[in-house]
């Protein structure tokens, strides 16, 4: 009897965790929405990594909230980002990686042009409970580009992103 109580205890506190981590994606874009680099950057741990799409290696949340908070009022200010897809896997019972599709419109280029094609892309996330509190500890953020490489012919890819064709 207590072995089937602790079993179901932990059945709960893994569905609550799973939950939680799975939530983590839906926050970045409802942060993003609201242009907010101050709310963004509460998902993320204090010594998180963050990469972004431009190789631009970003460590700890206050220079994470930084540049989002520029960005996000800047070049990215009408950007609208949708998530798509979220597959995670629980690497332990309090780390998991979180791999999740997006598309963004709406965003400009250095110079200000507006980008005329949506844009789609894979961010990779490691979570990590800490204190009772799911956090991104490391993340990674990349860009599709035009067309699809023969090399993936034949091979499934958990996410599909979308992507648009290289114009001749």
């Known amino acids: 009897m207590l072995l ?24 970045f ?3 993003w929405a609201k ?7 509460t998902i ?3 010594d998180v990594d963050f990469v972004t799409v431009g190789a631009n290696w970003l460590h700890g949340r206050a220079d994470f909230e930084k ?3 520029r960005l996000l009022s800047g070049r990215f200010k009408e950007a609208a980002l949708t998530l ?16 999740w599709s997006w598309k963004i419109v709406g965003d400009q280029d250095f110079d200000g042009t507006p980008r005329r094609q949506p844009r789609f892309g894979l961010m990779t996330m490691i ?5 009772g509190i799911w956090q ?17 012919e034949g091979i499934k890819t958990p996410i599909a992103v979308p992507n648009i064709e290289a114009k001749p």
């Open 4 to 27: 089937l109580a602790a079993s179901s205890a932990l059945c709960a506190r893994a569905q609550t965790d799973d939950q939680a981590v799975r939530k983590l994606p839906q926050e």
């Open 29 to 31: 874009c409802d942060a």
């Open 35 to 41: 242009h907010d680099g101050h709310q963004l950057a």
């Open 44 to 46: 993320m741990a204090d």
């Open 67 to 69: 540049y989002h908070s």
């Open 84 to 99: 798509l897809q979220t597959e995670v896997r629980f690497l332990q019972p309090d780390m998991a990686a979180i791999h």
């Open 127 to 131: 979570a990590q409970k800490r204190n």
């Open 136 to 152: 991104v500890v490391v993340a990674q953020n990349t860009n599709t580009i035009p067309g699809t490489p023969p090399e993936i």
